[in-house]
């Protein structure tokens, strides 16, 4: 059983819903990550919190939009997506730097 | 960009050993992780090596790491159909203070009875 929680499992939405992902881990992580999953491709990073603050977007269509409330809670708000956004979008946490990401199972997203 | 390389399938009989291969590219990455993912789950951190390391093993799980030529491999002792999964390789993102991990394209090891 994974430690990262990520809801829903499974989302379908249409082009112009606003829908969100969360994402909680209560391991004490001040590291928490956003990637992105296409099928039969490795996962690709989109966000990178630190301490509750945005560190790193990889240049990120501002149609995702990350929010870390607090420390344990990681969102990731959606709007206006478009068919080439369906994959499997994974959250992560870490004690920071190099240490080992821990990962949740991912929600898979389809976009209509 | 910086790229880890995989292999993309690997077929064993079940009972055998799997060694799975990735070459890296960025030396100065500290860990150098093994992540597994079944079909439709998230990752599963495998098993982690610190670049001052040349071996560690953990119950059936053996990394090898050799800094000079930048490669890791996984061997699997005893291989078991409950290992059929999609083995990433990953290092941390090179880019210049970025916590997020580079992976490889995944090995798909296969098993056969």
């Known amino acids: 059983d994974t430690e990262v929680t990520q809801t829903p499992k499974h989302l379908v939405m249409g082009m112009t819903n606003k829908k969100s992902l969360k994402c909680e881990q209560h391991m004490g992580h001040r590291a928490m990550y956003w990637y992105k999953q296409k099928a039969k491709k490795p996962p690709e990073l989109m966000f990178v919190y630190s301490y509750e603050k945005l560190s790193i977007n990889e240049s990120v269509p501002s149609r995702f939009s990350p929010e870390c409330p607090n420390s344990s809670l990681l969102n990731l708000h959606l709007h206006a997506l478009q068919p080439e956004d369906s994959a499997l979008y994974l959250c992560?946490?870490?004690?920071?730097?190099?240490?080992?990401?821990?990962f949740g199972d991912g929600t898979r997203l389809s976009i209509l | 960009g910086e790229d880890v390389e995989q292999s993309l399938f690997l077929s064993v009989r079940e009972g055998d050993s799997s060694v799975i291969n990735c070459t890296y590219t960025d030396s100065s990455s500290t860990y150098l992780y093994w992540y597994k993912q079944e079909p439709g789950a998230g990752l599963q951190l495998l098993t982690y090596?610190?670049?001052?390391?040349d071996m560690k093993q953990d119950q059936r799980l053996t990394v090898l790491l050799n800094k000079k030529d930048k490669h890791l491999s996984l061997r699997i002792a005893d291989t078991q159909t409950g290992d059929s999964a999609i083995y990433f390789c990953a290092e941390r993102d090179p880019g210049g203070g970025a916590d997020g991990l580079t992976f490889g394209k995944g090995t798909h090891l296969i098993i056969q009875p």
């Open positions: 090596i610190f670049s001052n390391m």
């Open positions: 992560a946490s870490s004690l920071g730097g190099e240490v080992p990401q821990h």
